[in-house]
């Protein structure tokens, strides 16, 4: 029941989140980004899935991202973004998923050559069986081209699995983002390597996002693909909990249930943007 609560509350929240930034952008507020040279964009993805009967079965999540672009001040061409996520689903009223995201960050010169930026991310994910993990990061971007970057970040990491531990750790990634007709259609591929700074654990992720335009402008049609590799898994057998573990009816007993290193997603859906 927390979990559902908690869960709930976070989709509140990004609906409320995303009410009141539509509701600052009236005429007053335009007129001081038109001064100020800056744009704003949000962005709001709600899913929900249900089934009842012989099988009981719900899934939902949702997505909000705020940015904010433009020249403040002395600030050229300068970047503030918000994001934030989360999902939730259970079967037979047994939770399997549960996870969310908090993500900030400050580009300096975001859409030049050379971007330094600073971040700082929050995750946490049931599945995986993190309970949270908190990155503070510094580094820098460099554009290579017109479809190419590649960015590198240090970042002072906290994450909590049975313990807590506190680390620094590098980030290194390569990014590729095509837009065709004029933003009809955007693909947006990047990879991330994060080994700890003494090589001893490493996450590897990857994302794929294909963006296409509707006959209304404001709508669009998204596909996203993930791919994530944790090595802390991969080079030991780590047991779920107890309560998540197999049960065997010829033996009357129950089977452990590893951690596995690497897990996919795969979502279709419509976002709405403004």
Known sequence: MIRNTSYWALILSTTVAFSLGQNTADE???????ENSTESSHDLYIMFDQEQGNTDHIA???????????????????????????????????????????????????NMG???????????????????????AVGAKKRLGRVFSLSYAFM???????????????????????????????????????????????????????????????????????HSFNSRYDESEIFKPEDEWDYDYETDELTPVYYKPTDYSVSLGLSFSM
Request: proline share 3%.
């Open 60 to 110: 939902a999540g949702a997505e909000y991202s705020f940015n904010l672009i433009g020249d403040w001040g002395k600030l050229e061409d300068t970047e503030f973004s918000i994001s934030l996520a989360g999902s939730y689903a259970s079967l037979s009223d047994e939770p399997y998923a549960l996870d969310g995201n908090f993500h900030t960050q400050f580009d300096l010169w975001a």
């Open 156 to 226: 002072y990491e906290m994450e909590e699995y049975d313990s807590t531990r506190v680390f620094p750790r590098h980030s290194i990634r390569p990014k590729v983002k095509i837009v065709l007709n004029d933003g009809a259609a955007v693909i947006d591929y990047r990879t991330y390597y994060k080994p700890k700074l003494d090589m001893s654990e490493y996450l590897w992720e990857n994302e794929l996002k294909i963006s296409l335009a509707t006959f209304y402008e404001l709508l669009s049609i998204d596909f996203s693909f993930k």
């Open 114 to 136: 050379l971007s330094p930026f600073f971040f700082y991310d929050y995750t946490f994910d049931r599945s995986l069986g993190l309970i949270h993990r908190h990155n503070f």
């Open 28 to 34: 007053d507020t335009t007129a001081v980004e038109e």
